[in-house]
């Protein structure tokens, strides 16, 4: 479907949109002009395969495939598998999946199959006396590298012979020393006022099993050294990272001068940081681990694979993503922006069921017995195209338990003693009588209705001013329904007090299961009207919000949803108060 491309949607890249640049298409615009890169333009996402990606990642991701699509580039999904001992194959397929589900593709490719030229190119610096073998531990490394106002102090081991470098170096790749005993480091200048060039690590011992190459390898790169080469290797033009960077960007620049080799640009952004979630990789991996969430794809987790079993599209995702725009500043984003893209969204798209998700249940005393009949359905007001479906009505209904109260406020517009209201699609009806158990609950309601104001207004032009969403009991199906909320309630779960912990401010109401919600049969009917660049059946609840259907459902034998937004947002109330 074309108009599901992120370039005629997602970004202001369109012929028609206008064209206001952001400071990266800026930069690449005049290099376009000068001709400077021979007119190519080659970005690259290069995510470490040490957890899932997350709504920061896909930032990244829509703004590197985004401008490879927008000026007929490359982009590379390029795997930064450099620390073995945190990286698995898990996260390499997981990853794959879900840039693909966000839309994009490009050629994959690994860091780990560059070792070979990186030993090689560590070899050259050493022959040109930029780089030695230190025998200092990683404390004795801290304890010379100086602080931000004082310099640092000389390793004894900086001036080693180039052939003495060459064999140590030699000897650490055969594997004759143990992890930690020494590091390759580059020469560089140990009083400079960039911490980051006093001569960093390029190498550490690592006798670690690799997903990819196995045990070839028990020295492994570290990210400064191995990051601008495998940029250079994939002949990069822009090479686009996030702003803490911007202090390693010297380095980034030393290395691949001193070898002299093909050099891009590095340029820095701001990462993405929402409010009422945490973005940082470990800490997701710690909800994962201690079973805070059902696993990294729980529909309340920030990563690309929970956002999806929520039920977001890849379309919003990507309207929220060139919405947030790219910047020179960090700042946080209000997550009722990513929450407002899903509900613009599904409320064009998603098709319109009934579910009750509180049953109340409801008798139509002057309706006969055993009879029923069906009514037709709007599948989606904002499209046309989607048609319309039958819905059962018989005598015995359910409503909301909350669409009812014994004794309202003037300004309840839904059922009462006495109060008539209209039924979506159905019939206008009047609540005579509310029956109550022992207990004083009340059990049923006991209502009659119009006949004559079947599906549309009553001839006598009466009117109600309350529509309440309603499913026949005979014909429900029970359904599943997975109330998701946000994960945290404070704004910002990374902030905490002396003895508090960032998992003390995990919402205890961001999940709540309802077992047996009642579901109008036909609803897969409706939810086959839509069209999903997925696989994913989506829904709005009428009055409740959207749902998204759960893998879960074959093995529940009903069906499992999953709310993936409310209709409006609830939390700014909460804000308010
Ligand atoms: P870490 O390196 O601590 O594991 P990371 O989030 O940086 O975490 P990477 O796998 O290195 O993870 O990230 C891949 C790419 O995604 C990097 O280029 C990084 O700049 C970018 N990225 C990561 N987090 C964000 C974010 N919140 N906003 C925008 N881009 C991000
Ligand atoms: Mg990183």
Request: charged letters at 30%; hydrophobic letters at 35%.
């Amino acid at each position: 479907m074309a108009a599901d491309r992120p370039t005629d949607t997602a970004d202001n890249t369109s012929s028609d949109a206008p064209r206001r640049l952001n400071f990266v298409q800026q930069i690449i615009e005049d290099d376009l002009r000068t001709g400077k890169w021979e007119g190519r333009v080659a970005t690259r996402f290069p995510p470490e395969p040490n957890g899932y990606l997350h709504i920061g990642h896909a930032k990244s991701i829509c703004l590197n495939f985004g401008l490879a699509r927008q000026y007929n580039g490359t982009c590379n999904l390029r795997f930064d598998d450099t620390n073995p001992v945190k990286e698995e194959q898990e996260y390499i397929d997981s990853i794959t999946a879900d840039i693909r589900w966000l839309g994009f593709e490009g050629p994959v490719l690994f860091a780990s199959d560059y070792f070979g030229q990186m030993y090689t190119w560590a070899v050259q610096l050493i022959q040109d006396g930029k780089a030695y073998v230190c025998d200092l531990s990683a404390e004795e490394v801290r304890a010379h590298r100086g602080t931000l106002t004082a310099p640092g102090t000389d390793s004894p081991f900086r001036n080693r012979s180039v052939a003495e470098n060459l064999d140590l170096f030699e000897r650490m790749r055969r594997g004759e020393f143990p992890d930690g005993s020494r590091t390759l480091r580059a020469k560089i200048d140990m009083a400079s006022p960039n911490m980051n060039l006093r001569d960093p690590a390029m190498y550490r011992i690592l006798h670690a099993h690799h997903p990819r190459t196995g045990d070839h390898w028990c020295i492994y790169p570290m990210y400064d050294w191995a990051h601008g080469l495998e940029d250079s290797i994939e002949r990069i033009t822009h090479s686009i990272c996030t702003l803490e960077f911007e202090n390693h960007r010297p380095l980034y620049d030393w290395f691949l001068d001193a070898l002299g080799i093909y050099h891009p640009q590095q340029i820095e952004f701001a990462r993405l940081a929402l409010n009422y979630t945490v973005m940082s990789k470990r800490k997701l991996l710690e909800l994962v681990k201690t079973k805070r969430v059902s696993g990294w794809d729980d529909p309340r987790m920030p990563t690309l694979s929970g956002l999806r079993r929520r039920g977001v599209t890849p379309e919003s995702i990507r309207t929220f993503c060139a919405d947030v725009g790219v910047a020179k500043f960090n700042s946080t984003i209000d997550v009722t922006r990513l929450e407002n893209a899903v509900r613009d969204d599904l409320n064009k798209r998603a098709p319109r069921v009934m579910a009750v998700l509180n049953p109340l249940k409801v008798v139509i005393t002057n309706y006969p017995e055993g009879q029923s009949e069906e009514l037709d359905a709007v599948n989606n007001p904002e499209d046309a195209s989607a048609g319309t479906r039958r819905v059962p009505f018989a005598r015995e209904l359910f409503i909301e338990a909350e669409d009812f109260m014994e004794d309202p406020p003037r300004k309840f517009f839904r059922l009462g003693p006495g109060r008539e209201v209209r039924l979506r699609y159905a019939y206008f009806i009047t609540c005579q009588e509310a029956v109550k158990d022992a207990a004083g609950n009340i059990t049923e309601l006991r209502c009659t209705y119009d006949p004559a104001t079947r599906g549309g207004d009553a001839p006598d032009g009466r009117k109600v001013k309350g529509t309440l969403h309603w499913v026949s009991a005979a014909h429900a199906v029970d359904a599943e329904v997975r109330l998701y909320d946000r994960l945290f309630n404070v704004e910002n779960p990374d902030k905490v007090e002396e003895g508090q912990d960032w998992k003390d401010h995990l919402n205890p109401e961001s999940l709540r299961t309802i077992p047996a919600a009642k579901l109008e049969p036909n609803w897969r009917e409706a939810a086959n009207r839509a069209s999903w660049t997925d696989e994913i059946a989506r829904v709005q609840f009428e009055r409740q919000g959207y749902f998204a259907l759960d893998a879960d459902t074959a093995k529940a034998g009903r069906p499992v949803f999953n709310r993936t937004v409310t209709l409006k947002d609830t939390w700014a109330k909460i804000a308010g108060k």
